[in-house]
């Protein structure tokens, strides 16, 4: 009788931990995707954006890409970055890091504001280094951090501050 309480006992025990365990699995979610502006950082100019994670997560790895155009008194500059990011967090705060490049082309007019009548095209890299706040289900998010710009010559640190939208 008491073998036969005993096993009762510990069968009882075993499936209630078993269906708390199934209860306490999160529900799925939906992988954080972004448009946003981006004032400087890593499209150097003012660029539009859609950044999203690879997983069905909030955080974890995700990508970007974006394109930005300037003209001002006969300058043009066009940027295309494209970057990798890993988010570091939970909730709606996160910490995030990238590594990636930004296509630039920039020319200059004979009364150019910004250049001397010169033409450049060419790769940069690109890393980042700040704070995202996007909201857990979708609204109003917000990026600004370090985002150091560097070729094979030079090495310029940089900031980024970006507002957007997250879906």
Do not use: C, H, W
Not at 67 to 85: E, F, H, Q, R
Request: proline share 3%.
């Amino acid at each position: 009788m008491k073998k036969t309480t005993l096993v009762l006992a510990l069968l009882a025990i075993t499936f209630a931990f078993k269906a708390n365990a199934q209860e306490t699995v999160a529900q799925p979610t939906t992988r954080a995707q972004n448009v946003y502006v981006e004032l400087a950082g890593q499209g150097i100019i003012l660029t539009a954006n859609y950044d999203t994670r690879f997983s069905n997560k909030r955080n974890g790895i995700g990508g970007r890409i974006g394109i930005g155009y300037l003209a001002i008194d006969g300058d043009k500059i066009t940027s295309i970055p494209v970057g990798l990011n890993y988010l570091l967090g939970k909730g709606k705060s996160f910490f995030e890091i990238g590594l990636g490049m930004t296509y630039l082309s920039a020319k200059g007019s004979d009364d150019s504001f910004l250049f001397d009548d010169e033409t450049a095209d060419g790769l940069l890299g690109t890393m980042n280094f700040g704070y995202r706040l996007q909201p857990v289900d979708s609204g109003f998010s917000l990026r600004a951090g370090l985002t150091p710009i560097f070729n094979s010559n030079n090495f310029l640190p940089f900031y980024g501050v970006s507002l957007g939208y997250t879906f």
